[in-house]
């Protein structure tokens, strides 16, 4: 019995941690169907009285959520996945490829990019975009978001690259294969548990980043959501049904992705711990 006891408190302690991390959200999921701001006031933790699900829709139509959500969307998933693309071709350049002391320099090179707030960086980006003429268009946030992104990617990816056995490119140069066929059909493909952890990671530091968005973006059409959800505003107040069913449609991407992901997600966290 005691046993059994000293067994159950840490799950204990993890179900309660999990209702604290839960309980904002259910906060926010309750307001959205509340019928406006004094519902929520009078009830603030409580089910509503009277669900109201239209506040979706005009969170979605009037509010513009549509524009910002699918924004955010493309931009998300374009950098993360050109980020996943050219930090693939160099781990693999400098960790299987015969580079020397030259691949060694690079990815230390690289990996400065780690110790460099991006705040600390955000006046010569907006210098640079401004320069190439992209400031006030979706380009001025992919670039810095692939940039950024770039040096954690490298990391994550090489770490992987460099635990496969060398023996497997030995048989697909036998086979015949170059360089690039060995990356795209043999090394590629077993980074996949890594590449996905990586693209969870970047997407979501994407789709959440704001002072970019902020700063770079003045057009209504071309915002963000983080950007976008600031807006909930009418002449007088803010709309806080509206704003809270804006949040849920915020935080669907990141619940889709991670429930069809989350077996990769693992496999990536978990490679390289345990050696066949």
Do not use: C
């Amino acid at each position: 019995m005691v046993r059994n006891l000293k067994k159950g408190i840490p799950h204990i302690f993890l179900l309660g941690y999990l209702l604290i991390i839960l309980f904002p959200f259910l906060f926010v999921l309750f307001s959205s169907v509340k019928k406006d701001n004094n519902a929520i006031a009078l009830h603030p933790f409580g089910l509503p009285k009277e669900f109201v699900f239209n506040n979706y829709y005009e969170a979605w139509v009037n509010a513009k959520i549509s524009t910002y959500f699918l924004n955010s969307l493309y931009i998300s998933l374009l950098a993360a996945i050109v980020t996943i693309l050219i930090a693939a071709m160099f781990s693999y350049a400098v960790t299987r490829m015969r580079f020397g002391k030259l691949a060694a320099a690079l990815f230390g090179l690289v990996l400065i990019g780690m110790l460099i707030p991006n705040n600390a960086m955000m006046l010569p980006i907006y210098t640079l975009v401004r320069k190439l003429g992209i400031l006030n268009t979706h380009l001025a946030l992919i670039i810095p978001y692939i940039g950024n992104a770039i040096p954690f990617t490298v990391i994550i990816l090489a770490a992987f690259m460099r635990s496969l056995p060398s023996e497997i490119e030995e048989a697909a140069v036998m086979d015949g294969l170059s360089a690039s066929g060995i990356f795209a059909r043999i090394v590629l493909p077993l980074t996949v548990p890594a590449i996905i952890t990586v693209f969870i990671v970047n997407f979501l530091s994407n789709w959440n980043e704001f002072l970019l968005a902020n700063y770079f973006l003045s057009k209504d059409t071309l915002r963000t959501l983080p950007v976008g959800m600031v807006q909930f505003r009418n002449q007088y107040q803010m709309n806080y049904a509206q704003m809270s069913a804006g949040i849920v449609y915020s935080v669907v991407p990141v619940v889709v992705i991670y429930a069809f992901l989350q077996e990769k997600i693992i496999e990536g966290v978990t490679a390289g711990s345990v050696k066949g």
